[in-house]
């Protein structure tokens, strides 16, 4: 026997769960996970510089040399990443 559908037994006969709170509680979340997408879509997508700036103050060397080649990357590939804007670094 299963014991999540022994949980939802136990908490049916306790008052504290029925189906159709299940279900009322089931559609608030879907149709705020909807709204939430929806929202984020609208938003300005970040830049890619916040993958490695998000955790370190100083970028330890490695991550500056994958920051190089990810920016390299979507520069020659521009045509695939139309939501980054990539700026062409003047330091090569």
């Known amino acids: ?41 609208r938003v ?7 993958l490695f700036t998000d955790v370190f103050d100083v970028l330890p060397w490695m991550l500056v040399e994958q920051q190089e080649a990810l920016r390299d990357h979507l520069l020659r590939h521009r045509e695939h990443y139309t939501k980054f804007e990539v700026k062409e670094t003047s330091d090569k």
């Open 1 to 41: 026997r299963s014991p999540i559908i022994r949980f939802g037994r136990y908490l049916q006969a306790k008052g504290w769960y029925s189906v159709a709170l299940e279900e009322e509680l089931r559609s608030s979340a879907r149709k705020e996970a909807i709204d939430s997408l929806n929202n984020s879509e």
């Open 44 to 50: 300005a997508s970040p830049s890619f510089e916040n």
